[in-house]
């Protein structure tokens, strides 16, 4: 990916894209639920896109997918997110699950102990479980007020990005945004960027098995940047 500074988005065009991004997630949410034949009522998908122009980035994302850049410093590299993560207990997200129909809690053991991550349920129900806010998909969700519209985020690239990070939440669950960007360093100066995925994908994979035994989608992109000096 080379970056530029030509020909950047006005405020008007930014707008008219972040109504797109809506509006495209909208209507794949309703296609999904009523013309792809998948039973969506208790499965969905997250979603995370980066729209890039020049040195301008924005990132429009639904659930736990994330997307980062790896920046470096003078004491070291850094991560820098363009999402956030839409965990149900997030004081906004909450509060609108439960002005709809949901509730929000962990998983109870036999004594009532919370398990695990918050989730959403239907306010009277045990069900769907879902540990996020917001989904592509899970009709059943919808109904305790999980939603498919994006947040959208806006990055000025600086001349110290040097990697686009791009993944879902099989690589976030054991890997946080810091030790990511640590990871793909490693390999960063050599240009052996195929081996920073598959050293993510590895150690993902590896902390899942440890964990329980399953394993959760791991997709992982990673994208060079390069800054054309004004």
């Known amino acids: 990916m080379r970056s530029n500074s030509s020909n950047p988005l006005d405020s008007t065009e930014i707008e008219n894209l972040k109504f ?41 994302n639904i659930g736990d997918s994330r997307a980062i850049i790896g920046r470096v410093t003078r004491t070291g590299w850094i991560a820098i997110p363009l999402s956030r993560d839409h965990k149900p207990d997030l004081p906004e997200e909450k509060l609108r699950i439960e002005k709809n129909n949901g509730r929000v809690e962990s998983y109870k053991d036999n004594i009532g102990n919370p398990l695990g991550p918050p989730r959403v349920w239907i306010k009277n129900e045990q069900i769907p479980g879902l540990a996020m ?27 110290t990005d040097k990697f686009l990070i791009i993944a879902s939440d099989g690589i976030w669950e054991f890997i946080s945004s810091e030790e990511c960007v640590k990871i793909v360093s490693g390999f960063f100066f050599n240009g052996r960027i195929g081996e920073a995925c598959e050293q993510l994908v590895n150690t993902a994979t590896r902390r899942w098995n440890k964990e329980d035994g399953n394993v959760d989608d791991i997709t992982v992109i990673i994208a060079l940047i390069k800054v054309k000096d004004e």
């Open 20 to 60: 797109s991004f809506t509006e495209c997630f909208s209507k794949i949410n309703q296609d999904l639920n009523t013309k792809s034949g998948i039973d969506t009522d208790f499965s969905g998908s997250t979603s995370v896109t980066v729209f890039i122009r020049g040195r301008q980035v924005i990132c429009s």
């Open 133 to 159: 806010s917001r989904s592509i998909g899970d009709k059943v969700a919808a109904q305790a007020g999980v939603i498919c519209t994006p947040e959208i985020f806006y990055h000025w690239v600086e001349n």
